[in-house]
């Protein structure tokens, strides 16, 4: 099997400015117009303010002709924050739409839109699953789809990252699949992983989420006697909700655990303390052997994709005889490995809708903490992955 | 592959094989069983997690019974094996008798579509239908593979009642039975992780739960001779359904009056909201059953020795150290050359005291057995001189109500002393001068809160702390009492900072029993202990209670919040609740006691009993604001 990210375009720092100016510029001389739509969270996280600052700066700047932009922001329902933080949402929410303001139009989704009945009674997974399906149903003609990640939680912007591109690549096998009627599909991260590990996130909800679309390998109970290979994306602070999934049937006694390190890393340490932090739950506990550890550029999403991707392709292979396996994801890593770990699951997801193998289960944390000085000293590094579009061609 | 290291840690229910599963089965579960849990009836089993639901419902299912019936020579085997074979779970000659088919609300049922246009019901029927006759069919594979069924075709037969199945096809073979089923649950699960609107009519629905009659009235029968006569379906994991989806189950599955016994099992508090008005009917077709009154109450050395079982078989899965009694590694007395400084810092204290005392003609005989217990180095003595103490206190607080100044004889001290005074001693010592209290096996036991998922952690704990010993080639491995309370308290710290890392409501739960804790203290380490033993519990009264459930259904609601918080608290074990009847000074009410490692963890005593009138107001307070300390630490008189 070919990988679909052999060549990929990613840029970070400086770069994502030129090639934004590049290709905005390119659009501008060959006189095509650009129909935007960026999605980007209602969240606390300053972060997202900054990423779209810069793209509109480059997208101006580039002259190119902008038919229709639409910022569509995703309200992020069921979390409890301090009043501090409620209010820096508020106040992130009115600079998006001021900044936005200048090239277009405002719209907003959240998971609670046209629910029917008891708001109660809407599952963690229901309630995920509507918001994404909110989220395609946006989708129209746009000719580039910007997802800017900053400020949106980890299992949303998985869901929705995952959504699209099963939107835009329906069919994987074919030539130039990723060029995806040259749609561009940008993800950017502000990515600042000091901050990262300094927003908490605690009470795990006890219901795990399944990522809509790679649920059906835990669900299908044809399928239950699979052996399962579970690859636990390790990041700080995080084992509270490693601890629910483990606790939770997910994870057979005899899954094959291969937990993902981030290595290398700016401290040459980390991959380390992480393996003392969840020393118990998966080496007191679960005796997993340290051969099955990989490691994966804390920095190179595509290089995490092509690691755990890697891996899966073996494990596939040899369990093969077996039957088949299920292949387990779950990410409680920083923003870019996470990414990495979900083009990942995209590509081994096969296209046939009854084929069952992968899944992504989650525990959702409920509250997450941070302060505002915090987040106002984020000096975050741009970062973009562009998956699909005129790149591919 | 992932291998155990300690064989206390994990959950024996699902990470285990099944031979492991039945070494480490305690069948002692079985004999607590009442005697009409296998007649044709709905019967809900109720209890918090890990407290055994799902390990019980597990020895039920035909791969387990199989192992516990190849297993039946086996010496350590024999127990499980001789209560199945009275209950005619399993016969000597043909194995197991029983279909036992477990299936788990844990798996999409709440995620399936809701709103007007999508016969919600229709389609959780279908699911559930679909996978148990799934279910049913693996089962009934494991118990015909054995060497002489295996190759011979399974047959399906059915008596009149299958003549009103509408949804389940009765005139195919198994395999095409199987595929049906596949088919449906492929549907329904790609109707759950689709993005586009499904036509209506290709979305799957059944009129009634009819697997329930399919699976009472479907006969199997391999080369000729019929499998396992009796059916049991279990459904774990109730409270993961949608609120209405738990109530259309119970009523439906009622009301269809089964002729074989339908297991549900649920966490004790399935809804938040809910608490202490679940579970209104109990009759012949509904039976309530609660896991840990199996063992609680005034059976609670039921569970001891259910629990030294568990650790028993437990231990007898590793070779690290040599198996037998967990018990035999744990010292179950203090040695005094443990606590000799301590003991030295005590008698010390109290010959101050003594002296402070002794111009007092009303204790003269008293202060005098005092100083004898002075000359005693043992801790026994400590105890006996908190005691004195304590009754010493009592007698001034109510002379001085009613001015009496006759000395009292000696014999008086003896007839003042309780059981309760005494252990108070215990958690007074403990707390005044350092001497271990949790410690010994009865007690660990008790820690667990009849739960085995507590008391596989704690064992965890001093499991490692033995091999520890081991390593260092101590002489004795042996843990001694001070080294067990250390492993204990330990444990007891994890679980009260894990709290936030492992709850929906975490923080403010962990907030509301911090200063429970913390109240608890105050009123137990009054020098006159006057609620001896102690504090563990606080009591809302019914008028308090019915305020808190008055609220209307706002999230923002504080006293709603407080409902989720205890229920919350209740369904995961860190609070007790126990009904506290009505009396002519008082009206009833319930008690919310801390769990038992709490109690460890806020030096409290591990016997349940003393419990303070509370109201929803101060526990709105602890749960938004945390403990605030009203006393000294310095113990008083009440």
């Known amino acids: ?393 | 592959m992932a291998y155990r290291s300690n064989p206390f840690r994990g959950r024996m229910s699902e990470r285990t094989s099944d031979q492991e599963f039945v070494h480490l089965f305690s069948p002692k579960v079985i004999e607590r069983l009442p005697e009409d849990v296998f007649e044709g009836a709905v019967h809900i089993f109720r209890s918090p997690p890990g407290g055994g639901k799902t390990t019980l419902l597990r020895a039920f299912t035909p791969s387990a019974l199989k192992a516990f019936w190849n297993s039946r020579r086996v010496v350590d085997m024999n127990e499980a094996y001789q209560k199945l074979l009275s209950r005619e779970i399993v016969d000597e000659l043909a194995g197991p008798q029983l279909i036992g088919v477990l299936l788990s609300c844990a798996s999409g049922y709440a995620d399936l579509p809701q709103g007007a246009t999508i016969n919600e019901e229709g389609l959780f029927r279908a699911l559930l239908d679909a996978r148990i006759v799934l279910r049913t069919i693996r089962c009934v594979e494991a118990l015909a593979n054995t060497e002489q069924d295996r190759g011979g075709e399974i047959l399906l037969q059915y008596d009149d009642l299958a003549q009103d199945l509408k949804s389940i096809p009765t005139n195919v073979t198994l395999r095409e039975l199987g595929r049906w089923a596949e088919g449906l649950e492929r549907t329904v699960c790609a109707v759950l992780d689709s993005f586009e609107n499904f036509p209506l009519r290709q979305i799957p629905h059944h009129v009634r739960f009819e697997a329930v009659l399919w699976l009472q009235s479907v006969r199997f029968e391999v080369n000729g001779k019929a499998l396992a006569p009796r059916r049991l379906l279990m459904i774990d994991d109730l409270h993961k359904l949608r609120r209405k989806q738990r109530e259309w189950l119970i009523e439906e599955l009622t009301d269809l009056r089964p002729a074989i016994p339908l297991w549900l099992a649920e966490r004790s508090i399935a809804m938040g909201q809910e608490l202490l008005v679940q579970g209104a009917r109990n009759d012949r077709d509904l039976r309530e059953h609660r896991l840990d009154e199996f063992w609680g109450g005034q059976q609670r050395s039921q569970f001891s020795s259910f629990a030294q079982n568990i650790l028993q078989r437990r231990l007898a899965v590793q070779d690290r150290l040599p198996p037998g009694a967990f018990s035999q590694y744990l010292r179950d007395q203090i040695d005094s050359g443990e606590v000799q400084d301590r003991l030295k810092e005590g008698r010390e204290r109290f010959q101050n005291y003594l002296n402070d005392m002794r111009d007092s003609p009303r204790y003269a005989s008293w202060i005098g057995a005092a100083g004898e217990y002075l000359e005693v180095r043992e801790v026994s003595a400590l105890h006996e001189l908190i005691v004195i103490r304590a009754l010493i206190a009592r007698d001034e607080a109510r002379r001085q109500m009613s001015l009496e100044l006759t000395p009292l004889p000696v014999e008086e001290l003896d007839g003042r002393d309780s059981g309760a005074l005494q252990a108070a001693a215990e958690v007074i010592a403990h707390e005044e001068f350092k001497i271990p209290y949790y410690f010994g096996i009865e007690r660990i036991c008790t820690l667990a809160t009849n739960n085995v998922e507590e008391l596989l952690a704690i064992a965890a704990s001093l499991y490692d702390g033995l091999l520890a010993k081991q390593v260092l080639r101590k002489p004795e491995l042996l843990l001694y009492a001070s080294e067990q309370e250390r492993l204990v308290r330990e444990v007891a710290g994890r679980k009260r900072d894990f709290i936030p890392k492992s709850h929906t409501e975490g923080t403010r739960a962990q907030r509301l029993l911090d200063a429970v804790g913390l109240y608890c203290r105050e009123r137990t380490f009054l020098v006159n202990a006057p609620y001896a033993p102690g504090v563990t519990g606080v009591r809302l009264s019914q008028t308090e209670l019915s305020l808190a459930r008055s609220v209307h259904r706002s999230e923002r609601d504080v006293r709603s919040v407080l409902m989720k918080v205890l229920a919350e608290c209740v369904a995961e074990n860190l609070l007790v609740t126990r009904d506290s009847s009505a009396s002519t000074s008082r009206e009833g009410g319930c008690v919310f006691y801390l769990n038992r490692m709490l109690c460890a963890h806020f030096n409290l005593p591990v016997q349940f009993g003393g419990w303070q009138d509370v109201t929803v107001g101060t526990m709105v307070e602890w749960m938004e604001a945390g403990p605030r300390p009203s006393r000294d630490r310095e113990l008083k008189i009440a």
């Open chain 1, 1 to 393: 099997m070919k990988a679909l990210w052999q060549h990929y375009v990613y840029r970070r720092g400086d770069e994502v400015q030129e090639m934004w100016d590049r290709m905005f510029s390119q659009r501008q001389s060959r006189g095509e117009a650009c129909r935007v739509l960026y999605i980007a969270g209602r969240g606390f996280d300053t972060r997202a303010v900054v990423v779209l600052q810069r793209f509109i700066q480059c997208l101006r700047e580039s002259r190119c002709d902008v038919e229709k932009a639409e910022l569509l922001l995703v309200g992020i329902e069921g979390y409890e924050l301090s009043r501090e933080l409620l209010d820096q949402t508020d106040r992130n929410a009115v600079a998006l739409q001021d900044e936005f303001r200048s090239i277009g139009e405002t719209k907003f989704v959240t998971s609670k839109d046209d629910v029917d009945g008891d708001i109660e009674e809407v599952s963690a997974n229901s309630a995920l699953h509507r918001c994404t399906k909110n989220v395609l149903d946006a989708v129209g003609d746009h000719t580039d789809i910007v997802l800017d990640v900053s400020s949106l939680p980890r299992i949303l912007y998985l869901s929705i990252l995952l959504a699209l591109l099963q939107k835009l690549v329906p069919d994987k096998d074919e030539g130039k699949a990723l060029l995806a009627k040259g749609v561009n599909f940008q993800v950017v991260v502000a990515e600042d992983p000091k901050l990262d590990s300094l927003i908490r996130s605690e009470d795990p909800r006890s219901d795990l989420v399944l990522i809509p679309g790679y649920s059906g390998a835990l669900r299908i109970e044809s399928v239950r006697h699979w052996p399962l290979v579970w690859f636990p994306i390790l990041g700080e602070n995080r084992i509270g909700q490693l601890q629910k999934i483990m606790e939770s049937d997910v994870i057979p006694p005899l899954a094959e655990i291969c937990p993902v390190l981030p290595h290398p890393s700016r401290d040459p340490r980390r991959a380390d303390q992480l393996l003392v932090e969840y020393r118990t739950p998966l080496f007191d506990a679960s005796q997993t052997p340290v051969s099955n550890v990989l490691y994966a550029h804390e920095s190179h999403p595509f290089e995490v994709y092509r690691q755990l991707s890697g891996a899966m392709k073996r494990y596939l292979m040899s369990m093969r005889i077996m039957g088949g396996c299920h292949l387990v994801v779950t990410p409680l890593a920083s923003k870019l490995i996470t990414l990495g770990a979900g083009l990942a699951c995209f590509e081994m997801k096969p296209s046939a809708h009854e084929d069952y193998s992968v899944a992504i289960p989650y525990a959702e944390p409920a509250r997450y903490v941070a302060t505002s000085r915090e987040l106002a000293a984020a000096d975050p590094e741009l970062a973009v992955l562009v998956l699909t579009g005129e790149s591919y061609g």
